[in-house]
């Protein structure tokens, strides 16, 4: 596949998948996932579901998410929110986290006897917030959690172009090496949850390999919980904004780091499954006897 070019540089594409036919989920999807660390389902939803999260939006921005955060830089036009959690108080996200389907694409991919919700994740960047731009970062380094079959589904909720897209290190996940959480608002600086002994995530280094696809309103990047990532502010006239969903598979269990509370319950026990109201589980296989 050619080489897709932004005013900030060159990356290899995605590889993408018709999520309409069934290679979303099958051999093809599993292997680029478990080579490439992230993998693009285009058109995964219509916009009958979109329309779903749409609804949720205002909602969990407004209060309804306990977990919510509106950011307005100094001297930046567009303020940029995102909330985490919401699906326990706002039933459009719950709607589209339990009634769609999601879960079966994210059981698909994870495999083994269940899936269980983590947490849903709302990010907002409106026209114009030049500066809201996404360290490069792995998500497991800001998890409590032990284990690998972790992964992010990322609906974009509008057109996303090149230059407003996610960029993935490549196949940075194999190594399974887990590196420092970094601050998405100060990277230089401290953050209260990292971990100190563990080396700076990877950017982008010469010789790496980065990817990047432009995306449509209703395409899903599916990625791992180690594959080291980042994104650029939004420089659009217009919002960029996505929907994501993370979930655990059947090998994650607690181990008790220190973490923010979206990623932990008062009821886990360290090495024991995560698997409790907050983290229910959504498809499971059925026992054989
Ligand atoms: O969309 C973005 O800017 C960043 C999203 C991201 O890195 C994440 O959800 O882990």
């Not at 290899?12 to 309409?20: K, Q, R, T």
């Not at 609804?55 to 830089?73: F, K, M, N, P």
């Not at 409590?144 to 909720?157: C, R, T």
């Not at 220190?258 to 886990?268: E, I």
Request: charged residues 20%; glycine residues 8%.
């Amino acid at each position: 596949m050619a080489a897709e070019s932004t005013g900030q540089g060159e990356f290899a594409p995605i590889a993408w998948f018709d999520a309409a036919c069934e290679t979303s989920s099958g051999p093809d999807a599993l292997e680029a996932l478990a080579y490439d660390g992230v993998i693009c389902l285009r058109q995964a939803f219509g916009q009958p579901w979109l329309d779903v999260i749409e609804a949720g939006i205002d909602e969990a921005l407004g209060g309804a998410s306990t977990d919510v955060e509106v950011v307005q830089r100094d001297g930046e036009a567009g303020s940029f929110s995102f909330s985490s959690g919401a699906w326990q108080t706002v039933e459009p996200f719950r709607r589209f986290i339990f009634d769609s389907h999601l879960p079966d694409i994210a059981w698909n991919l994870l495999g083994g006897a269940h899936v269980a919700l983590f947490y849903d994740f709302l990010l907002l960047k409106e026209p114009h917030s030049d500066s809201a731009s996404t360290p490069w970062h792995q998500d497991h380094s800001y998890y409590p959690l032990d284990g690998f079959k972790v992964i992010n589904s990322w609906v974009a909720l509008d057109d996303i172009p090149m230059d407003s897209t996610l960029r993935f290190l490549r196949g940075s996940h194999r190594s399974r090496s887990l590196f420092r959480a970094v601050d998405f608002d100060n990277p230089e600086g401290e953050y209260r949850h990292a971990r100190y002994e563990l080396p700076r995530p990877p950017s982008a280094e010469a010789g790496a390999e980065i990817l990047a696809t432009a995306l449509s309103a209703g395409d899903m990047l599916v990625w791992t919980s180690y594959t080291v990532h980042s994104a650029p502010g939004n420089r659009l006239d217009r919002r960029r904004a996505a929907f994501s969903v993370n979930w655990v598979g059947d090998d994650v269990t607690f181990n008790g780091k220190p973490s923010l509370d979206t990623y932990r319950d008062s009821t886990q026990q360290v090495g024991a499954p995560i698997i409790c109201e907050k983290f229910p589980i959504v498809r499971s296989a059925p026992e054989i006897r």
